[in-house]
């Protein structure tokens, strides 16, 4: 049996920490702490020439993608990004470069989507919803909302035509208002949107002596620490309960017009799929990050001393993903579930989540529960007929998009083991 060729997925983070936004709820802004000497977080031209040889040259497969993320990566400025692509045709060798960049929308201005749609960029902004919402947690150093900077980086980006999607992340406020909020990016054209958790915990005494405001992860603190979690962190069955409502409207009227990627994904588990996104894959360990001076860690949640894999200066993509250290992070994942989860109706879909999530103890006394599943159980259970309606669809030949009518009569679908 021939193994299929396999990518390094490593996303770069060119500005490290440094953002122009202070969002409360932010996990990463607080990692200058971890370099408590720099005062300039840009990526060197060594570093960034390397990583872009090194990475490309890493990959079995024919497209190379790299992901541009931070902190705020638009910080290093436009000539950075000519840079960045002149290397990557320099260094392609006949493969194919895609790019994405993750971004708040604080700096695009037309000239930056000019250069986006022109060397067909992805963008990911970062909008959280109507005003009062997005502006309850994402405000600039010096306490003034964000939304209307926002909002002029999502319309440039429309009328450049760049290919851009939203994510929007969910506290314990915004999980209140699921309605207003998708009514918003509905009735602003937005056509593919992720809605991403805030779980976050208050400090613990690791973190403390890093300087660190929020706690590191379960696995350095030992398996009975249940620390607090933060005043924004969303409610696991306010989640649930966000999503279901999200979903009802999204699946009577929507779908097939409007890909929300929670949605999507949890129709890949319906269809037996492998996950396409690491919280919901059996195993973790495949999404490497690549801090600002060319240290490789595990996670983008895992950028701790105890979780680096090496430098890319002196060390080798493939090499880094491949050591003993990475794969036995992502096989935790699996390895670390509690009994009660590979007994429970939405394994498959669920597969216990984000291992950053699981500090709860499990109904049988063990460690390892995910913060989430109480929310998640009941989403997974509310949304399952309406799944089993759109696999039949799928298996008949038929767009899925076809459920809008066929929920408009009685709903009546054979129930999957355990759902």
């Known amino acids: 049996m021939v193994n299929s060729p396999r990518s390094v997925h490593m996303l ?32 060197t031209g060594e570093v960034l020439e390397t990583f872009i040889r090194k990475y490309i040259q890493s ?87 964000s939304f209307q900077s926002v909002m002029k980086g999502l319309r440039l980006l429309k009328k450049y035509q760049v290919t851009y999607n939203v994510l929007c992340c969910i506290t314990r406020e915004a999980a209140s208002s699921p309605i207003d909020i998708y009514r918003f990016f509905k009735n602003e054209g937005v056509k593919y949107i992720q809605f991403i958790p805030i779980v976050e915990r208050m400090t ?5 002596a890093l300087g660190l405001r929020l706690a590191t992860p379960v696995s350095l603190r030992g398996p009975n620490s249940q620390p607090e979690v933060t005043e924004w962190s969303v409610e696991a069955e306010a989640y649930g309960d966000f999503l279901i409502k999200v979903f009802d409207r999204w699946v009577r009227h929507d779908v097939g017009d409007i890909h929300v990627m929670n949605f999507e994904w949890a129709l890949a588990s319906w269809m037996g799929l492998p996950s396409t996104v690491c919280v919901f894959a059996e195993n973790c360990g495949e999404s490497l990050v690549m801090e600002h001076d060319g240290q490789v860690f595990s996670c983008d949640h895992y950028v701790y001393p105890d979780f680096r894999l090496g430098n890319i200066l002196t060390n080798l993509p493939q090499d880094m993903a491949a050591s003993d250290k990475q794969k036995q992070f992502g096989l935790n994942k699996s390895a670390n ?83």
């Open 12 to 43: 770069a983070k060119p500005a490290g920490p440094q953002c122009n936004l202070s969002c409360k709820y932010c996990f990463y802004t607080e990692k200058t702490a971890l370099y408590p000497s720099t005062e300039n977080y840009h990526i």
């Open 337 to 419: 579930l509690p009994d009660c989860c590979h007994r429970c109706e939405a394994y498959f879909a669920c597969r216990g989540e984000c291992p950053k999530h699981r500090f709860l103890m499990s109904p049988d006394g063990g460690p390892g529960l995910n913060y989430l599943c109480q929310g998640y159980k009941k989403y997974f259970r509310h949304i399952h007929p309406y799944m089993k309606v759109m696999v039949q669809l799928i298996e008949n030949h038929l767009p899925a998009a076809k459920v809008k009518e066929v929920i408009k009569g009685p709903l009546v679908v054979a129930r999957r083991s355990g759902i």
């Open 59 to 145: 990959q079995q497969t024919p497209e190379v993608a790299f992901v541009w993320q931070g902190g705020e990566p638009t910080l290093l400025g436009l000539d950075f990004y000519r840079k960045a692509v002149a290397l990557q045709q320099q260094y392609a060798g006949g493969r194919r470069i895609t790019n994405s960049l993750q971004t708040n929308g604080i700096l695009l201005n037309d000239e930056w989507c000019r250069f986006l749609k022109e060397n067909d960029f992805l963008v990911g902004l970062s909008l959280d919803g109507p005003e009062a919402v997005h502006d309850r947690y994402r405000r600039y150093s010096d306490g003034r909302p």
């Open 204 to 208: 613990d005494g690791l973190a403390e």
